[in-house]
């Protein structure tokens, strides 16, 4: 009987385990980042290849100010001393 309690209990999970990760907040915003960069980046798909390397660079400083934006809006309920 002894036996058995012990195989039940260590059968079920524990409820004292944590979920928290190193550098969780930073790899939510990363995970956040890597939603919003290809429709942005899509966005701009055909303004890209048809402009030439100062205007690509005008371009990509505009689209990432759009990333971080997005982002920031996304992430807005997220604490930055949350752990995940």
Do not use: C
């Amino acid at each position: 009987m002894q036996m058995a309690r012990t195989l039940t209990r260590s059968a079920k999970p524990d409820a004292d385990t944590n979920d928290f990760v190193a550098g969780g907040y930073e790899r939510a915003i990363h995970g956040i980042e890597a939603e919003v960069r290809p429709i942005i980046e899509q966005n701009y798909a055909d303004e890209w290849t048809a402009s030439g390397i100062v205007k690509r660079w005008f371009l990509l400083r505009r689209m990432e100010r759009e990333i971080a934006e997005l982002v920031a809006e996304r992430s807005r309920h997220i604490s930055p001393n949350s752990l995940f």
